[in-house]
């Protein structure tokens, strides 16, 4: 059974920082690529938006603006945001693809999503 669970959203005001976390099960983390993916007020599941992307070779893909680091001793992955934006509110996901999978991947591969965590900037 794939769990993941995020957590680190909430209200903060443009130019602040925030980190997301992401704890995952033990078997996704290790076997699974882990994205993290922005849903903008308004749009749909399908236009989630591709933020961080990182793979069991410990490669990853980073949007401009956004950092990911991992904590494997706790099955974690975190995202990092600086500099917040009003544009950059919405729900963040943290979504999981089985292998084999790919950096390039849009929120339609992932197989796997939690249950998200607000982000409000302003």
């Known amino acids: 059974h794939v769990q993941l669970v995020e957590s680190g959203g909430g209200s903060v005001q443009a130019g602040g920082s925030l980190r997301l976390s992401c704890a995952a099960s033990a078997h996704a983390y290790s076997s699974y690529c882990l994205g993290w993916f922005r849903q903008a007020p308004g749009r749909e599941r399908e236009e989630r938006e591709r933020l961080a992307v990182s793979n069991t070779a410990q490669r990853s893909f980073v949007k401009g603006g956004f950092g990911i680091t991992r904590d494997n001793a706790n099955s974690t992955l975190y995202l990092q945001i600086v500099s917040l934006k009003p544009e950059d509110t919405g729900m963040y996901y943290c979504?999981?693809?089985?292998?084999?999978?790919?950096?390039?991947?849009?929120?339609?591969?992932?197989?796997?999503w939690g249950q998200g965590t607000q982000v409000t900037v302003s």
């Open positions: 979504a999981a693809w089985r292998a084999p999978c790919s950096l390039s991947g849009v929120a339609a591969d992932y197989n796997y």
